[in-house]
Protein backbone atom coordinates (compact mmCIF):
# COMPACT_ATOMS: atom_id res chain seq x y z
CA UNK A 1 0.00 0.00 0.00
CA UNK A 2 1.33 3.55 -1.05
CA UNK A 3 1.70 5.74 2.24
CA UNK A 4 0.49 9.27 2.42
CA UNK A 5 2.68 11.29 1.38
CA UNK A 6 3.83 8.61 -1.49
CA UNK A 7 3.18 9.37 -5.29
CA UNK A 8 -0.10 7.77 -6.02
CA UNK A 9 -0.88 9.40 -9.65
CA UNK A 10 1.44 8.91 -12.13
CA UNK A 11 1.55 10.16 -15.76
CA UNK A 12 3.60 8.61 -18.40
CA UNK A 13 4.50 9.93 -21.43
CA UNK A 14 5.40 7.64 -24.31
CA UNK A 15 3.59 4.11 -24.84
CA UNK A 16 6.73 2.54 -26.13
CA UNK A 17 8.50 -0.65 -24.00
CA UNK A 18 10.32 1.84 -21.93
CA UNK A 19 6.80 3.41 -20.62
CA UNK A 20 4.55 0.47 -21.11
CA UNK A 21 7.09 -1.63 -18.88
CA UNK A 22 7.32 1.57 -16.25
CA UNK A 23 3.73 1.38 -16.27
CA UNK A 24 3.08 -2.17 -15.91
CA UNK A 25 5.23 -2.65 -13.04
CA UNK A 26 4.09 0.62 -11.23
CA UNK A 27 0.19 -0.26 -11.82
CA UNK A 28 0.90 -3.74 -10.56
CA UNK A 29 2.09 -2.58 -6.86
CA UNK A 30 -0.59 0.37 -6.35
CA UNK A 31 0.23 2.95 -8.65
CA UNK A 32 -2.77 4.80 -10.24
CA UNK A 33 -1.00 5.05 -14.09
CA UNK A 34 -1.78 7.10 -17.30
CA UNK A 35 0.14 6.84 -20.16
CA UNK A 36 0.29 9.46 -22.95
CA UNK A 37 1.14 8.29 -26.77
CA UNK A 38 1.23 10.78 -29.51
CA UNK A 39 0.72 7.81 -32.17
CA UNK A 40 -2.73 6.45 -32.97
CA UNK A 41 -1.62 3.70 -34.91
CA UNK A 42 0.54 0.60 -34.89
CA UNK A 43 3.93 1.19 -36.76
CA UNK A 44 7.32 -0.49 -36.82
CA UNK A 45 10.24 1.31 -35.55
CA UNK A 46 12.95 2.91 -36.55
CA UNK A 47 15.54 0.17 -35.05
CA UNK A 48 17.30 -2.51 -35.04
CA UNK A 49 14.37 -4.45 -34.05
CA UNK A 50 16.86 -6.90 -32.00
CA UNK A 51 16.80 -7.97 -28.07
CA UNK A 52 19.54 -9.45 -26.57
CA UNK A 53 19.80 -12.81 -24.59
CA UNK A 54 19.56 -10.42 -21.08
CA UNK A 55 16.41 -8.70 -22.59
CA UNK A 56 14.54 -11.75 -22.73
CA UNK A 57 15.58 -12.99 -19.45
CA UNK A 58 14.49 -9.83 -17.56
CA UNK A 59 10.76 -10.61 -19.45
CA UNK A 60 11.46 -14.09 -18.34
CA UNK A 61 12.08 -12.92 -14.70
CA UNK A 62 8.94 -10.95 -14.93
CA UNK A 63 6.98 -14.52 -15.94
CA UNK A 64 6.42 -12.22 -19.27
CA UNK A 65 8.34 -15.12 -21.80
CA UNK A 66 4.99 -15.29 -23.95
CA UNK A 67 5.81 -11.90 -25.41
CA UNK A 68 8.68 -13.20 -26.96
CA UNK A 69 8.30 -17.18 -27.84
CA UNK A 70 6.44 -15.95 -30.87
CA UNK A 71 9.46 -14.53 -32.65
CA UNK A 72 12.16 -15.92 -34.28
CA UNK A 73 15.70 -16.67 -32.11
CA UNK A 74 19.22 -15.01 -32.50
CA UNK A 75 21.99 -17.48 -31.04
CA UNK A 76 24.88 -14.88 -31.82
CA UNK A 77 26.35 -12.60 -34.51
CA UNK A 78 28.96 -13.09 -37.48
CA UNK A 79 31.28 -9.62 -37.49
CA UNK A 80 33.03 -8.97 -40.57
CA UNK A 81 36.11 -6.43 -40.33
CA UNK A 82 36.80 -3.17 -42.86
CA UNK A 83 38.82 -6.06 -45.20
CA UNK A 84 36.44 -8.66 -44.38
CA UNK A 85 38.30 -10.79 -42.03
CA UNK A 86 35.32 -12.61 -40.43
CA UNK A 87 33.99 -14.99 -37.99
CA UNK A 88 31.24 -16.22 -36.40
CA UNK A 89 30.65 -15.90 -32.61
CA UNK A 90 27.79 -17.23 -30.14
CA UNK A 91 26.13 -16.70 -27.09
CA UNK A 92 28.30 -18.56 -24.00
CA UNK A 93 26.69 -21.70 -23.46
CA UNK A 94 27.90 -21.26 -19.73
CA UNK A 95 25.24 -18.61 -19.31
CA UNK A 96 21.41 -19.71 -18.45
CA UNK A 97 19.07 -18.06 -21.20
CA UNK A 98 21.84 -17.33 -23.84
CA UNK A 99 19.31 -16.78 -26.47
CA UNK A 100 17.78 -13.03 -28.20
CA UNK A 101 15.33 -12.66 -30.75
CA UNK A 102 14.57 -10.75 -33.77
CA UNK A 103 11.42 -8.58 -32.34
CA UNK A 104 8.66 -6.70 -35.00
CA UNK A 105 8.22 -3.42 -32.80
CA UNK A 106 4.93 -2.61 -34.36
CA UNK A 107 3.73 -6.46 -32.68
CA UNK A 108 5.98 -5.99 -29.72
CA UNK A 109 4.62 -2.22 -28.75
CA UNK A 110 1.14 -3.43 -28.89
CA UNK A 111 1.41 -6.15 -26.98
CA UNK A 112 3.34 -3.82 -24.43
CA UNK A 113 0.45 -1.55 -24.21
CA UNK A 114 -2.06 -4.25 -23.87
CA UNK A 115 -0.31 -5.61 -20.91
CA UNK A 116 -0.09 -2.63 -19.32
CA UNK A 117 -3.71 -2.02 -19.66
CA UNK A 118 -4.72 -5.47 -18.55
CA UNK A 119 -2.78 -4.39 -15.25
CA UNK A 120 -4.60 -1.10 -14.58
CA UNK A 121 -3.35 1.08 -16.50
CA UNK A 122 -4.96 3.77 -18.68
CA UNK A 123 -3.37 4.28 -22.21
CA UNK A 124 -4.41 7.40 -24.40
CA UNK A 125 -3.49 7.84 -27.32
CA UNK A 126 -3.32 10.61 -30.44
CA UNK A 127 -2.52 12.56 -27.71
CA UNK A 128 0.42 15.45 -27.85
CA UNK A 129 1.38 17.13 -24.37
CA UNK A 130 0.57 20.58 -25.32
CA UNK A 131 1.28 22.32 -22.19
CA UNK A 132 3.23 21.01 -18.60
CA UNK A 133 2.81 22.91 -15.19
CA UNK A 134 4.38 22.89 -11.91
CA UNK A 135 2.37 23.78 -9.18
CA UNK A 136 3.73 23.01 -5.73
CA UNK A 137 4.86 19.66 -5.98
CA UNK A 138 2.00 18.23 -9.08
CA UNK A 139 2.44 18.55 -12.41
CA UNK A 140 -0.46 19.75 -14.93
CA UNK A 141 -0.73 17.86 -17.71
CA UNK A 142 -2.40 19.41 -20.56
CA UNK A 143 -3.34 17.87 -24.00
CA UNK A 144 -5.74 19.28 -26.81
CA UNK A 145 -8.69 17.47 -24.78
CA UNK A 146 -7.56 16.97 -21.43
CA UNK A 147 -6.27 18.09 -18.03
CA UNK A 148 -4.82 16.11 -15.72
CA UNK A 149 -2.89 16.26 -12.21
CA UNK A 150 0.17 14.15 -12.09
CA UNK A 151 2.32 13.59 -8.58
CA UNK A 152 4.98 11.90 -10.36
CA UNK A 153 5.54 12.97 -14.26
CA UNK A 154 7.38 10.07 -16.25
CA UNK A 155 9.10 11.09 -19.56
CA UNK A 156 9.54 7.63 -21.59
CA UNK A 157 9.01 9.46 -25.13
CA UNK A 158 12.47 8.07 -26.77
CA UNK A 159 15.26 10.11 -28.05
CA UNK A 160 13.38 13.44 -29.40
CA UNK A 161 12.03 13.64 -26.13
CA UNK A 162 9.37 16.26 -26.13
CA UNK A 163 9.39 16.71 -22.57
CA UNK A 164 12.85 16.96 -22.55
CA UNK A 165 12.67 19.71 -24.81
CA UNK A 166 10.11 21.81 -23.24
CA UNK A 167 11.75 21.79 -19.84
CA UNK A 168 15.11 22.15 -21.49
CA UNK A 169 16.90 19.02 -20.28
CA UNK A 170 18.52 18.00 -23.01
CA UNK A 171 22.07 19.49 -23.25
CA UNK A 172 23.27 17.82 -26.55
CA UNK A 173 22.13 16.46 -29.69
CA UNK A 174 25.04 14.91 -31.82
CA UNK A 175 23.95 14.75 -35.54
CA UNK A 176 27.08 13.61 -36.87
CA UNK A 177 26.39 10.35 -37.58
CA UNK A 178 22.87 9.22 -38.71
CA UNK A 179 21.41 5.49 -38.90
CA UNK A 180 19.37 4.66 -42.03
CA UNK A 181 17.15 1.51 -41.99
CA UNK A 182 15.72 -0.19 -44.58
CA UNK A 183 13.78 -4.38 -44.50
CA UNK A 184 15.13 -5.98 -47.59
CA UNK A 185 15.66 -9.56 -49.31
CA UNK A 186 17.56 -11.90 -48.57
CA UNK A 187 19.00 -12.89 -52.74
CA UNK A 188 18.75 -16.70 -51.40
CA UNK A 189 17.78 -18.92 -48.29
CA UNK A 190 21.43 -20.58 -47.62
CA UNK A 191 22.08 -16.91 -46.96
CA UNK A 192 19.90 -17.31 -43.78
CA UNK A 193 20.73 -18.27 -40.54
CA UNK A 194 19.80 -17.14 -36.95
CA UNK A 195 22.51 -14.72 -36.20
CA UNK A 196 23.06 -11.43 -36.06
CA UNK A 197 25.39 -9.40 -38.69
CA UNK A 198 28.12 -6.42 -38.21
CA UNK A 199 30.01 -5.33 -40.71
CA UNK A 200 32.36 -2.75 -40.20
CA UNK A 201 33.39 -0.89 -44.10
CA UNK A 202 36.68 1.06 -44.85
CA UNK A 203 34.78 4.19 -44.54
CA UNK A 204 33.95 3.98 -40.71
CA UNK A 205 30.46 3.31 -41.72
CA UNK A 206 29.14 -0.16 -40.34
CA UNK A 207 25.94 -2.01 -41.28
CA UNK A 208 24.23 -4.04 -38.63
CA UNK A 209 21.67 -6.92 -39.90
CA UNK A 210 18.91 -8.32 -38.00
CA UNK A 211 17.14 -11.74 -39.61
CA UNK A 212 13.35 -11.35 -39.29
CA UNK A 213 12.42 -14.27 -41.21
CA UNK A 214 14.00 -16.44 -43.81
CA UNK A 215 13.41 -13.77 -46.65
CA UNK A 216 13.65 -10.69 -44.64
CA UNK A 217 16.57 -9.02 -42.83
CA UNK A 218 16.63 -5.48 -40.98
CA UNK A 219 19.16 -3.81 -42.09
CA UNK A 220 21.06 -0.61 -41.21
CA UNK A 221 23.51 1.17 -41.91
CA UNK A 222 25.31 3.70 -39.21
CA UNK A 223 27.29 6.62 -41.56
CA UNK A 224 28.63 10.22 -41.54
CA UNK A 225 25.91 12.44 -42.05
CA UNK A 226 27.83 14.26 -44.60
CA UNK A 227 27.13 11.53 -47.32
CA UNK A 228 23.93 12.94 -47.62
CA UNK A 229 25.81 16.01 -49.48
CA UNK A 230 26.84 13.91 -51.93
CA UNK A 231 24.33 10.68 -52.26
CA UNK A 232 20.50 9.79 -51.66
CA UNK A 233 19.98 7.28 -48.73
CA UNK A 234 19.61 4.59 -51.49
CA UNK A 235 22.74 4.91 -52.65
CA UNK A 236 24.58 5.46 -50.10
CA UNK A 237 23.04 1.96 -48.57
CA UNK A 238 23.69 0.55 -52.37
CA UNK A 239 27.28 1.85 -52.16
CA UNK A 240 27.75 -0.01 -48.81
CA UNK A 241 26.45 -3.28 -50.38
CA UNK A 242 28.73 -2.99 -53.33
CA UNK A 243 31.87 -2.18 -51.26
CA UNK A 244 31.68 -5.45 -49.57
CA UNK A 245 31.85 -9.07 -50.95
CA UNK A 246 29.89 -10.66 -47.78
CA UNK A 247 26.87 -8.05 -48.16
CA UNK A 248 27.60 -8.60 -52.67
CA UNK A 249 26.93 -11.93 -52.23
CA UNK A 250 23.69 -12.20 -49.79
CA UNK A 251 21.78 -9.05 -51.03
CA UNK A 252 21.11 -7.35 -54.33
CA UNK A 253 20.69 -3.86 -54.48
CA UNK A 254 18.08 -1.64 -53.10
CA UNK A 255 15.18 -1.06 -55.77
CA UNK A 256 13.34 1.89 -56.01
CA UNK A 257 10.54 1.07 -54.36
CA UNK A 258 12.54 0.26 -50.61
CA UNK A 259 11.09 2.26 -48.43
CA UNK A 260 14.16 3.27 -46.61
CA UNK A 261 13.96 5.18 -42.75
CA UNK A 262 16.34 7.77 -40.99
CA UNK A 263 17.62 8.35 -37.51
CA UNK A 264 18.90 11.68 -37.42
CA UNK A 265 20.39 11.33 -33.81
CA UNK A 266 22.64 8.90 -32.62
CA UNK A 267 23.86 10.30 -28.73
CA UNK A 268 22.12 12.81 -27.06
CA UNK A 269 22.45 13.90 -23.39
CA UNK A 270 19.75 14.38 -20.39
CA UNK A 271 21.22 17.01 -17.90
CA UNK A 272 17.79 15.78 -15.08
CA UNK A 273 17.33 11.84 -15.89
CA UNK A 274 15.29 12.00 -12.22
CA UNK A 275 14.37 14.77 -8.87
CA UNK A 276 11.49 17.08 -8.44
CA UNK A 277 8.55 14.77 -8.94
CA UNK A 278 10.15 13.97 -12.25
CA UNK A 279 12.02 10.83 -14.27
CA UNK A 280 13.28 10.26 -17.70
CA UNK A 281 13.35 6.42 -18.50
CA UNK A 282 14.45 4.83 -22.06
CA UNK A 283 16.25 7.13 -24.63
CA UNK A 284 14.97 10.11 -23.21
CA UNK A 285 16.81 9.76 -20.50
CA UNK A 286 19.99 10.16 -22.68
CA UNK A 287 21.25 7.57 -25.37
CA UNK A 288 25.06 6.49 -27.05
CA UNK A 289 24.54 4.54 -30.30
CA UNK A 290 25.09 1.29 -28.61
CA UNK A 291 26.04 -0.19 -32.17
CA UNK A 292 24.55 -3.29 -31.45
CA UNK A 293 21.01 -2.57 -31.33
CA UNK A 294 20.47 -2.58 -27.68
CA UNK A 295 17.88 -0.04 -27.27
CA UNK A 296 14.61 -2.33 -26.76
CA UNK A 297 17.09 -3.63 -23.68
CA UNK A 298 17.94 -0.25 -22.37
CA UNK A 299 14.53 0.68 -22.48
CA UNK A 300 13.06 -2.34 -20.34
CA UNK A 301 16.05 -2.59 -18.35
CA UNK A 302 16.25 1.40 -17.74
CA UNK A 303 12.31 0.53 -16.78
CA UNK A 304 12.58 -1.88 -13.91
CA UNK A 305 15.24 0.43 -12.11
CA UNK A 306 12.78 2.84 -12.15
CA UNK A 307 9.86 0.82 -10.86
CA UNK A 308 11.93 -0.95 -8.30
CA UNK A 309 13.22 2.33 -7.18
CA UNK A 310 9.79 3.38 -6.71
CA UNK A 311 8.47 0.86 -5.46
CA UNK A 312 10.59 0.57 -2.32
CA UNK A 313 10.74 4.40 -2.14
CA UNK A 314 7.22 6.15 -3.89
CA UNK A 315 9.03 9.65 -3.17
CA UNK A 316 11.81 12.22 -3.95
CA UNK A 317 13.91 9.24 -2.15
CA UNK A 318 12.92 6.64 -4.98
CA UNK A 319 14.17 9.07 -7.46
CA UNK A 320 17.44 9.61 -6.43
CA UNK A 321 17.89 5.98 -5.86
CA UNK A 322 16.59 5.17 -9.54
CA UNK A 323 19.19 8.08 -11.04
CA UNK A 324 22.11 6.80 -9.29
CA UNK A 325 21.69 3.08 -9.61
CA UNK A 326 20.69 3.68 -13.49
CA UNK A 327 24.14 5.75 -13.68
CA UNK A 328 25.55 2.80 -12.07
CA UNK A 329 24.13 -0.10 -14.29
CA UNK A 330 24.87 1.85 -17.80
CA UNK A 331 28.46 3.22 -16.84
CA UNK A 332 30.78 0.14 -17.70
CA UNK A 333 28.17 -0.06 -20.90
CA UNK A 334 28.62 3.27 -21.83
CA UNK A 335 32.27 3.63 -21.54
CA UNK A 336 32.34 0.49 -23.91
CA UNK A 337 30.16 2.11 -26.41
CA UNK A 338 32.64 5.08 -27.14
CA UNK A 339 35.74 2.64 -27.13
CA UNK A 340 33.27 0.92 -29.95
CA UNK A 341 33.10 3.85 -31.18
CA UNK A 342 36.77 4.65 -31.66
CA UNK A 343 37.74 1.34 -32.67
CA UNK A 344 35.02 2.10 -35.69
CA UNK A 345 37.15 5.14 -36.70
CA UNK A 346 40.22 3.74 -37.27
CA UNK A 347 40.30 0.64 -39.70
CA UNK A 348 43.94 -0.95 -38.18
CA UNK A 349 42.53 -1.16 -34.64
CA UNK A 350 39.43 -3.04 -35.80
CA UNK A 351 41.37 -5.30 -37.85
CA UNK A 352 43.80 -6.04 -34.71
CA UNK A 353 40.67 -6.83 -32.94
CA UNK A 354 39.15 -8.68 -35.25
CA UNK A 355 42.12 -11.15 -35.35
CA UNK A 356 42.55 -11.42 -31.92
CA UNK A 357 38.51 -12.18 -31.69
CA UNK A 358 39.32 -15.12 -34.24
CA UNK A 359 41.96 -16.67 -33.53
CA UNK A 360 39.96 -18.56 -30.59
CA UNK A 361 36.12 -19.27 -30.80
CA UNK A 362 36.07 -18.77 -26.38
CA UNK A 363 37.42 -15.22 -27.26
CA UNK A 364 34.88 -14.67 -29.95
CA UNK A 365 31.66 -16.03 -27.91
CA UNK A 366 32.46 -13.86 -24.71
CA UNK A 367 32.97 -11.04 -27.00
CA UNK A 368 29.32 -11.58 -28.02
CA UNK A 369 28.06 -12.23 -24.77
CA UNK A 370 29.29 -8.63 -23.89
CA UNK A 371 27.86 -7.69 -26.72
CA UNK A 372 24.57 -9.15 -25.37
CA UNK A 373 24.56 -8.09 -21.87
CA UNK A 374 25.09 -11.88 -21.01
CA UNK A 375 28.95 -10.25 -19.25
CA UNK A 376 29.21 -7.19 -17.47
CA UNK A 377 32.06 -5.38 -20.10
CA UNK A 378 34.90 -5.81 -17.49
CA UNK A 379 33.75 -8.87 -16.65
CA UNK A 380 33.77 -10.13 -20.03
CA UNK A 381 37.31 -8.14 -21.15
CA UNK A 382 38.80 -10.03 -18.25
CA UNK A 383 37.48 -13.53 -19.50
CA UNK A 384 38.80 -12.78 -22.92
CA UNK A 385 42.29 -11.60 -21.78
CA UNK A 386 42.99 -13.93 -18.86
CA UNK A 387 40.68 -16.91 -19.57
CA UNK A 388 41.31 -17.79 -23.06
Known amino acids: MLSKNSFKNVCIIGAGPAGSFTGYLLSRKGFNVTIIEKSSSDKRKVCGEYLCPQGV ?40 GNIGASVN ?10 LATRNGCKIIRGATVSELEKRDSQWIVKTEEKEMLADLLIAADGINS ?41 DGSYVGI ?14 SKDLLKEMTTKEIINNAIRSSKELRSSFNELSEESQISVSGSLRNRNSHIAGEELAYVGDSAGFIDPLTGEGIFNALQ ?58 RQERADTFIGIIGNIYRPLEGIRKIIFNH
Open 57 to 96: NLLKKHGLIDLIEKYNPIHGMKIVSPSEVSFLSFFPKDQI
Open 105 to 114: RAIFDKDMRE
Open 162 to 202: SIAQKLRHKTEINTKRIALHVYTPIKDNKYYSRLGQMHILK
Open 210 to 223: NPITPEEVNLSIVC
Open 302 to 359: GAEILSQSLIASPNEKGLVEYKNSRAKYFREKNILNKIFQIVIKYRFISELIASFLKD
